[in-house]
């Protein structure tokens, strides 16, 4: 099947991501948020990502005005519908990812491949729950979508072939990597990232070690470019709780138990870069540990 239109759902990080490398790789980009604020901060910050790529003499301003005429927003879920590609990049929460999925169905051409931005959710669950299990499947980007190199491609167990190379040929004219994960709670990156992470914050919990002695020691002696604890609030305290509860529930083993302290930055709202309080303060010029 020949992709030439993606409907994405969700506007956010991943979704305006997304959207963008989309839109510079050639396809015609509809994106879709409940907000339209939200919306129209992810083209402006589309708009300023791509100036920023111009400015590094990655692309050229030609190149960029091309990219931005390529991306349409609509309120309306329904109006993703006659895309070729649907990408859901809405919150990691299974019920409002069902719920997406319920009210695109009777909008879909017969032909549209529907795929999710999971990064630990059962693709074969959420597939099951559409008409189309065989062009169901799993579409997990990394953050920043711009930036980083790998798509995983999860096959749920009714993933047809045809489906499955579709998608890896749109990777491909993304000019990203794809790894090819079995649908197992949290795939590959998060199956081996977040259990690392969980650990660290139990290193802070147990007093091993203060925020700041974390991050340094998995900078400076294991050459890792960011701290645990500092990934985790650019990821999202709440998206690695809802990752190990994932993995502690799919896979029933105690080492996947997110730890209570995790629990309770989430409970009190401090989830990180984007409520500007996690396990680092950002609301100063300079990020402080909060612990």
Not at 76 to 83: E, S
Request: glycine share 8%; hydrophobic share 40%.
């Amino acid at each position: 099947m020949d992709i030439q239109s993606v409907g994405i759902v969700g506007a956010g990080q991943m979704g305006n991501g997304i959207a963008h490398v989309m839109a510079l790789a050639g396809y015609d980009v509809m994106l879709n948020d409940i907000s339209s604020d939200t919306l129209n901060a992810a083209v402006h910050t589309i708009d300023r990502n791509l100036e920023r790529q111009v400015s590094r003499e990655k692309i050229t301003a030609a190149t960029k005005a091309a990219a931005m005429a390529r991306i349409t927003t609509t309120t309306t879920l329904g109006d993703l519908g006659q895309n070729d590609l649907i990408i859901e990049a809405a919150t990691e929460r299974e019920s409002v990812k069902q719920a997406i999925f319920d009210e695109l169905l009777p909008h879909l051409k017969p032909s549209t491949i529907l795929t999710s931005n999971t990064s630990s959710i059962s693709i074969t669950r959420l597939a099951s729950r559409t008409d189309r299990p065989e062009k169901f499947m799993g579409f997990h980007f990394m953050n920043p979508v711009p930036v980083m190199q790998l798509v995983e491609l999860i096959r749920g167990i009714a993933t047809d072939s045809e489906t499955f190379e579709a998608c890896k040929a749109v990777v491909d004219k993304l000019g990203k990597t794809a790894a090819t994960a079995e649908d197992f709670p949290a795939f590959i990156v998060n199956r081996i990232l977040m259990p690392m992470i969980n650990e660290a914050v139990y290193t802070l919990y147990e007093g091993v070690g203060s925020v700041s002695s974390i991050d340094s020691s998995l900078k400076l002696g294991a050459n890792h470019p960011m701290g645990p604890l500092e990934l985790a609030d650019f990821i999202g305290l709440d998206t690695c709780l809802a990752i190990m509860n994932v993995l502690h529930d799919g896979l029933a083993d105690t080492k996947y138990r997110p730890c209570p302290l995790l629990t309770k930055y989430v409970e009190a709202g401090w989830l990180g870069r984007k409520t500007q309080r996690g396990f680092y303060d950002y609301r100063g010029e300079v990020p402080v540990p909060t612990r």
